[in-house]
């Protein structure tokens, strides 16, 4: 069966979590996803995250579907390898520090003398330009300067201090909208003949992903917490999170049919929290769920993420899928989490070992020989996976 990008071509300059997403995306849909390495390994390959099998859980995670080549940026001859892989590429992707690119002489304005149609994606914690370009960023300092970490605390308690997100959703938001707009200048350049740079910034993204609380503080000239202390809910909202047998369950009960149907499950005429808790609190996660899912309250277990892979619904719309790797053998992943009636997205392959797709790719799309290209590892330029 087609898959949507299968004709498109990226080259992954990127590491860590933001950058790998957004491509892992791109792979899954169908495009050929090149990863662009040098012969010691990206950053990535050593964390965030435990080692397993000498390289980070997160990258295990993070790099399905892609081909990897191994190459010393600083070596003439790499750089012409590359520059060579320019030419027959669609999309770039890199997310290095601005300016990282340019002084290796990758960047924007040369890769489009290049290659006119490339659609090059800087993907960065602050951005290209203004008066933070230069900072570092990470995840929950994105997090932080848009509003998330103090939100998520005062969700706990109006006097509770900022809490840091849980999942690195600064970075994978952002890789999100990196993806999203890589296909929509894809779809430009198809129209025009025209590429363009992508300037995606964790700090932007988060920012608009906190659009109603922002756009209701500039309507009341209040904080939405502010607001909130003044408005106290309801107690007897049926509502948060309930403790029960073996954990929690999170409920979510503003269907007025759910608790008309609570009020006749129970035999009364007004319902509490307190009245619920004591139902459910002898019951299991899974008991409870469907108890309440059944009386049409919108709820759901609390999972630890790894229990989300043994849930009969998830196993059901075939969230999860095996893939196997020369290094760290057969492990599960979650496939694409789109269902497409017509291009599905999928997981094909496990994330790549250093170097292991060197000859491959430059034999295949550049036409060099297996000598000139035992030369070029000879002399330091590439690095061939040997397994």
Same mark, same amino acid.
């Given at each position: 069966m087609d898959k949507i990008l299968e004709d498109v071509r990226v080259l992954d300059f990127t590491h860590v979590w933001f950058g790998p997403y957004c491509t892992m995306m791109l792979g899954e849909l169908g495009a050929e996803v090149i990863m662009v390495e040098p012969p010691w390994g990206n950053i990535g390959r050593l964390g965030p995250g435990e080692l397993y099998k000498g390289t980070a859980t997160t990258f295990w995670a993070l790099n399905q579907n892609k081909r990897n080549v191994a190459v010393d940026l600083k070596n003439p001859e790499a750089m012409a390898l590359v520059k060579e892989l320019v030419k027959k590429s669609d999309v770039v992707v890199q997310n290095f520090a601005p300016g990282a690119m340019e002084r290796l002489g990758l960047g924007y304005d040369v890769l489009k003398a290049l290659n006119p149609?490339?659609?090059?994606?800087?993907?960065?914690?602050?951005?290209?330009?203004?008066?933070?370009?230069?900072?570092?960023?990470?995840?929950?300092?994105?997090?932080?300067?848009?509003?998330?970490?103090?939100?998520?605390?005062?969700?706990?308690?109006?006097?509770?201090?900022?809490?840091?997100?849980?999942?690195?959703?600064?970075?994978?938001?952002?890789?999100?909208?990196?993806?999203?707009?890589?296909?929509?200048?894809?779809?430009?350049?198809?129209?025009?003949?025209?590429?363009?740079?992508?300037?995606?910034?964790?700090?932007?993204?988060?920012?608009?992903?906190?659009?109603?609380?922002?756009?209701?503080?500039?309507?009341?000239? !209040? *904080? &939405?917490? %502010?607001? /909130?202390?003044?408005? +106290?809910?309801? =107690?007897?909202?049926?509502?948060?999170?309930?403790?029960?047998?073996?954990?929690?369950?999170?409920?979510?009960?503003?269907?007025?049919?759910?608790?008309?149907?609570?009020?006749?499950?129970?035999?009364?005429?007004?319902?509490?929290?307190?009245?619920?808790?004591?139902?459910?609190?002898?019951?299991?996660?899974?008991?409870?769920?469907?108890?309440?899912?059944?009386?049409?309250?919108?709820?759901?277990?609390?999972?630890?993420?790894?229990?989300?892979?043994?849930?009969?619904?998830?196993?059901?719309?075939?969230?999860?899928?095996?893939? !196997? *790797? &020369?290094? %760290?053998? /057969?492990?599960?992943? +979650?496939?694409? =989490?789109?269902?497409?009636?017509?291009?599905?997205?999928?997981?094909?392959?496990?994330?790549?070992?250093?170097?292991?797709?060197?000859?491959?790719?430059?034999?295949?799309?550049?036409?060099?020989?297996?000598?000139?290209?035992?030369?070029?590892?000879?002399?330091?330029?590439?690095?061939?996976?040997?397994?």
């Amino acid at each position: 069966m087609d898959k949507i990008l299968e004709d498109v071509r990226v080259l992954d300059f990127t590491h860590v979590w933001f950058g790998p997403y957004c491509t892992m995306m791109l792979g899954e849909l169908g495009a050929e996803v090149i990863m662009v390495e040098p012969p010691w390994g990206n950053i990535g390959r050593l964390g965030p995250g435990e080692l397993y099998k000498g390289t980070a859980t997160t990258f295990w995670a993070l790099n399905q579907n892609k081909r990897n080549v191994a190459v010393d940026l600083k070596n003439p001859e790499a750089m012409a390898l590359v520059k060579e892989l320019v030419k027959k590429s669609d999309v770039v992707v890199q997310n290095f520090a601005p300016g990282a690119m340019e002084r290796l002489g990758l960047g924007y304005d040369v890769l489009k003398a290049l290659n006119p149609k490339i659609v090059y994606a800087a993907l960065s914690g602050f951005g290209q330009t203004g008066p933070y370009s230069r900072y570092g960023s990470y995840a929950v300092v994105a997090e932080a300067i848009s509003g998330h970490t103090y939100a998520t605390g005062k969700g706990i308690s109006p006097d509770h201090p900022p809490v840091t997100m849980a999942g690195a959703l600064g970075d994978l938001g952002p890789a999100i909208y990196a993806a999203f707009a890589i296909v929509a200048a894809l779809r430009h350049r198809d129209r025009t003949g025209v590429g363009q740079m992508i300037d995606v910034c964790q700090v932007d993204t988060m920012v608009a992903f906190n659009c109603c609380s922002s756009v209701a503080y500039d309507m009341f000239k !209040e *904080s &939405p917490i %502010a607001r /909130r202390l003044k408005r +106290p809910q309801d =107690p007897n909202r049926i509502w948060g999170v309930f403790p029960v047998k073996d954990g929690w369950v999170q409920i979510a009960g503003e269907r007025g049919k759910a608790i008309e149907n609570l009020k006749q499950e129970l035999g009364v005429d007004e319902v509490s929290k307190e009245m619920v808790q004591e139902r459910i609190g002898g019951k299991t996660r899974m008991e409870a769920f469907q108890w309440l899912a059944n009386l049409g309250f919108p709820c759901a277990p609390i999972y630890e993420a790894h229990e989300a892979m043994w849930d009969p619904h998830l196993k059901a719309r075939g969230m999860w899928v095996d893939v !196997e *790797s &020369p290094v %760290a053998g /057969r492990y599960t992943v +979650p496939n694409f =989490p789109v269902k497409f009636s017509e291009t599905p997205g999928e997981v094909e392959s496990a994330s790549p070992a250093i170097g292991m797709h060197t000859r491959e790719v430059f034999r295949g799309l550049l036409g060099k020989s297996d000598a000139e290209l035992d030369a070029l590892e000879k002399a330091g330029a590439i690095a061939q996976w040997k397994g």
